[in-house]
């Protein structure tokens, strides 16, 4: 292992000394701040017929090279793909031949030549002029057996992007993806808005949020958990569709669906409720499925789910009476709840009540059954501090959380705007913070406030970015749909 660090040390010692000679000749790369290049590889292949014998200059990295006496074969790699550069002496002149042996692999060269194809075949660029434009002073990994390292492609996306190319076709799509959803929204007039990253009071969600400190105030600040009740303010000042796309951060746990910074969107339409918001989900996804895709049915890890509307719809407790084979409807005390839930192995914390029970035995015994989209509706009013109750039922909310392939992909409700009982909902959720819960909403008085200046009867939807681009993408985990994830730093893991 130590000979093996040694080479690598004197492989990167050469790389440096021809960067030296190169100066000392006058010929510093990282001197050169542009090149004018004329097309892609990718362009040039698709229009050999009409490039061939002419005139193209390209711009990229050199991801292999080959070659015997005076000439040379280069393959380079473009943001759109390869294309074999054919060098020879007699074309480029014999002192710049010879400067090729300053070239390594990860070097990136600017190329001026004619379009051809091989003897074999094959669409290249047959090299007039050739000029280093920076000098890779470090070694990517071999070619075949690439950068494989899951933890390390994370933390060098740079080396990831490079030597697996076909990682870039999974952020393509995403930004395709995300442009579906601002094109459906916009296209039914909703306006994109902006909101504070920075809050006084971490509202919207039950969460942990981060701490910061803003020094010229003096002032504990958090990072948003959730845009909410920004948005709903300014349902509340007139507006009647908004949303925003962006960053949430929550310090909680990480997994294969968790990072504690990723992409959220959050909408709300005035004089709407959560069955509007229902549809409006089915079909959003479904429509950027298409768009994305070119279809609604999309398969992810070998299991074929349909997108399609209309949904499956199921409420919590008849979710719970199917999977589970306990039927709340007829259990009524908190006491009944919670003796069904020690049978069922479910651990109970003190102050847990009934509806707090329907949650979690739904989350343990339900969740795992959702493959194809289902909306679970009717969530137990203490763990939905800012939905409306339900008429029928009030220990009950109209909201529904929609789940694709076992994951709560969506979240939505028709929104609280009754500011008692939101007001009472808040101090409910104070005394659960005040008793350790540090994932128990804040109160906002400013927010109660604004409810008592008025909120119309509002719809109100958030769903999970990340989550909907692993699914369409085919990804097995987050880190694979967000270029640069949350990773402890090496030193530390050492």
């Not at 660090?5 to 440096?16: A, P, Q, S, V």
């Not at 000098?135 to 899951?150: A, M, N, R, T, V």
């Not at 109970?348 to 339900?366: A, H, L, T």
């Not at 909902?425 to 906002?444: I, L, N």
């Amino acid at each position: 292992m130590a000979g093996t660090e040694e080479n690598i040390n004197e492989m990167l010692m050469i790389r440096r000394e021809k960067l030296k000679e190169l100066i000392e000749m006058g010929e510093n790369p990282f001197l050169i701040e542009k090149y004018e290049y004329t097309h892609h590889s990718m362009s040039i292949k698709d229009n050999f017929e009409e490039l061939e014998n002419g005139k193209v200059s390209v711009a990229g990295r050199i991801m292999s090279r080959r070659g015997h006496g005076k000439v040379s074969f280069m393959d380079l790699q473009d943001s759109k793909g390869k294309i074999q550069i054919f060098v020879k002496m007699d074309l480029i002149g014999e002192e710049a031949y010879n400067k090729l042996n300053l070239l390594d692999l990860g070097d990136i060269v600017g190329v001026k030549g004619e379009v051809f194809k091989t003897r074999s075949g094959e669409i290249s660029i047959r090299a007039k002029e050739m000029v280093l434009l920076t000098k890779s002073l470090q070694i990517l990994p071999e070619k075949f057996h690439g950068l494989k390292d899951q933890d390390l492609r994370y933390r060098q996306r740079y080396v990831d992007l490079i030597v697996n190319p076909e990682v870039k076709e999974t952020f393509v799509l995403r930004s395709k993806i995300i442009k579906a959803v601002r094109e459906y929204l916009d296209d039914r007039e909703f306006l994109e808005v902006d909101t504070p990253i920075l809050n006084t009071i971490a509202g919207g969600a039950n969460a942990r949020p981060f701490v910061t400190h803003h020094n010229t105030l003096d002032l504990d600040m958090y990072l948003r958990i959730a845009n909410e009740l920004y948005l709903k303010r300014l349902i509340v000042g007139g507006f009647e569709k908004v949303y925003e796309m962006g960053r949430m951060f929550r310090n909680e746990g990480m997994s294969y669906k968790h990072n504690p910074e990723f992409t959220n969107i959050e909408l709300y339409q005035a004089y709407a409720d959560y069955e509007d918001m229902m549809v409006l989900t089915e079909e959003l996804i479904a429509y950027v499925a298409e768009k994305a895709l070119g279809s609604k049915k999309i398969e992810y890890q070998g299991k074929e789910i349909d997108l399609t509307p209309p949904w499956r719809r199921l409420s919590m407790i008849d979710a719970i009476k199917e999977f589970v084979g306990v039927d709340f409807n007829t259990i009524d005390t908190d006491e009944e709840a919670i003796e069904v839930a020690k049978a069922k192995g479910l651990e109970v914390e003190i102050g847990m009540k009934r509806g707090n029970i329907i949650s979690e035995m739904f989350e343990e015994f339900c969740e795992t059954h959702l493959i194809q989209p289902t909306f679970i509706t009717h969530h137990p009013v203490e763990v939905s501090p800012l939905a409306k109750r339900n008429p029928d039922d009030p220990r009950l909310t109209n909201r529904f959380e929609a789940f694709i392939n076992t994951w709560e992909i969506a979240n939505a409700f028709s929104e609280l705007n009754d500011p008692i009982d939101q007001k009472k909902r808040f101090e409910e959720q104070a005394k659960q913070r005040e008793a350790g819960d540090h994932e128990a909403h804040m109160m906002d008085m400013d927010f109660v406030n604004a409810l008592e200046v008025g909120l119309p009867p509002t719809g109100g939807l958030g769903i999970g970015i990340d989550r909907l681009i692993i699914l369409l993408t085919n990804q097995p985990t987050i880190r694979d749909v967000i270029l640069f994830p949350t990773m402890k730093p090496i030193s530390e893991d050492e």
